[in-house]
C-alpha cells in the first residue's frame, strides 16, 4: 500500500471547529463595523500576473512570492496582499469616477517565507481601501476605523503607532543623501539600529549635525510632545508638512475620541514601499506582529493608469485570533446548536423528532439530527 | 501597561550572558539564581522588579524576540546577520568585540582576486552567501559545518573559510591567516517591536541606563 499523505505542507493549516467559529465570528464583528462606516464589498482573484504585484509596485520582495506560470508562459503570483490588486481594480472599474470610492475585502494572502520559523504563508486579510481622497479627514477616518474594529474584536487593550513616510524622505532630501544611502538608512532607522545608523552616516561623509539628528529620530515616539520635537529637528518643507500633517490628523482623532489609543513614531517605516504619507500599525500584547498595518498610498494606483490619492489597511486575521487567545478573552459564541436524537427503531420517534426539528429551524435555531447510537 | 507583566530577556549561553548579568547589576538589576552553575532551573525570576531570564542557544535568541516569546535579547551580531529576523538592534553593548573574516592558507589569497568558483565552509552560510554573491559577486559553493570550520581547509574539504575571528590564534597555530575582513562584530541588546510599543517606558529607561554607563566609560 502506498503511504498516505494527511497531514498538510508547512505554513499552511486547516481550522475547524471552536477556533473556526471564532473565526468567523470575529470576521463578522468586524465586518460590521466596517459595513458601519459605509464601505462596500469587493472580492479580487487570488491569483493574478506578476506585474500586479512587481517590484515597481513596492509590495513583498519577488523571493517571497508564490509564483507560477499559465499556458500562455505568463508568470502568475498567489496575491501577498490585497492593496496593489484592489488598486489594480479601481483604476479598471472607477477609471473616471473623481468621488470618493470605499471599497472592504477579506481573503487569504500568500507568502513563501522560509520555512521552520514558526511563521504561516496562508493568513486571513480583512481591511478596507479609501480612494479619491487626499483629506486629513480620510486619514482619520481610517485610524478611528482601525480603533472600531479592534474595541469590538475584544482585546482588552492595543496600541496604534502612527508615522509619516514623508518625514524622513524630507530629511534625506535635506542632508542630500542619495538613493541608495537613502535605502539603507531607512533600513537602519526603521530596525532601531542607531549602531548602524552612525556607521553608514560616518562612512558617508555625513555631517556630525545631520547625524545627531538621524540618530535623533529613530528614538522619537510617544505622545503629542514628540512631535514638537520632531518638528524642531527640519528645516526643510516636505518634513514640516509631514508635522503638519499629524498634527491636524491629531485633531480630527480627538473629535472622533480615539486619541488615547494613538502614538506617534517618526522612526517608523514599513516593509511595503508603496506608502506616501502616514503609515500606522496596531499592536496588542501576546503576538510578536502588528496586527493591523496601513497606510495612504497616492502614487500606487497611477501604476495602473489612474492618477488617484488613496489610503487603507489590513487586519491580519491570524494574528488577531492568536493574540485574543493568549489574552484568553473568552469566545463568546452567539448562537450554540441543538443536537436531537431519535430512535432509529422507532418510525414515529423520529417523525416526532423531525418535527421539533423543522419548529426549530423555522424560528432560526441551529440544529442538527441524528439517530441515537446503540452504545449510548 | 499594567504593571504585573513581566519583562522577558533571552541571553545567549555562555560569556554574552555573564557579561551582560554585570552590566544589569550596574544598574540594581539582579539575579543571582542564573549564575548558580548547579541549578538546573531554565527560567529566572526577579519578582521585585518583575523580570524573568532565561538562557538560550545563541542562534535561538533572535527566534524567541521575533515571536514575543522574550521581549528582549542580547546576541552577538554575527547571529544576527545569519538568522535575519525581524527584531529591533537597539543598543551595541560593546561587548564580545571580534570580527568576521574569510580565512584560509596563504595560497588561497589567490582565489580571492578573481570571480571563479571556490568551495567556502563555515557556520554562518547566509553571511558568507551575501558576502560572496552581492559584494564580491563570486561564485561559490557553501558548505554548511556546525563547528570547528578551521578544519576545512587544512583536509581540503573547502579553499577557505568565512568565521569569527578574535585574536587569531587558532588560525595561526594551523597555519591559517585572515585574507578578507568582512565586517566588525560585538554583543547586541534586540528588542521585540511590539514590546518596544507596548512597554515603551520601561525598555527607554533600560536603555538609557545602559547608554548612561556606557558614556561614562568612554
Redesign the interface.
Known sequence: MSKRIIHTPEGVRDIYGKEYTRQLQLQETIRNVIKQYGYDDIQTPTFEFFDVFSKEIGTTPSQELYKFFDKENNTLVLRPDFTPAIARCASKYFMDETEPIRLCYLGNTYTNTNNL??KLKEVTQMGVELINDDSVEADAEMISLVVDALKASGVP?F?I?IGEAEYFKGLCEEAGLDEETEKQLRAFVS??????VEQLLQDCNVSEYYKEIFLRIADI??NMGSLTEARALVKNERSVYAIDRLEKLYQVLKLYQVEEYI?F?LGMVSKYHYYTGVIFKA????????VVTGGRYDKLLGHFGKQAPAIGFAIVVDHLLEALMRQQVPIQLKKQKHVLQYDPNDEKDYVNKLQECIALRTAGEYVELKAASSKS | ?NCD?YLTFALGKGRLANKTLDLLSQLGIRCDEILDKSTRKLIFVNEELKLRFFLAKGPDVP?Y?????ADIGVVGKDTIMEEN?N??????LGFGKCKMCVCGPESARELLQHHERIRVASKYPNIAKEYFYDKKHQTVDIIKLNGSVELGPIVELSDVIVDIVETGSTLKENGLAVLEEICPLSA?MI????S???Q?ERIQELVAGIRALQNKEF
Do not use: C, H, W
Not at chain 2, 524576540?65 to 516569546?69: D, I, Q, S
Not at chain 2, 527584531?87 to 551595541?92: A, S
Open positions: 520559523q514558526g487593550k496600541q503607532a530596525g532601531k539600529n542607531y549602531f548602524a515616539f510617544g502614538s513614531d499592536f496588542t500584547t501576546g503576538i510578536g506582529n502588528a | 501597561m507583566t527566534t524576540v521575533e515571536l514575543g516569546a529576523r527584531v529591533y538592534e537597539i543598543l551595541d547586541r528588542v521585540n517591536p511590539v518596544l510599543q507596548m515603551r
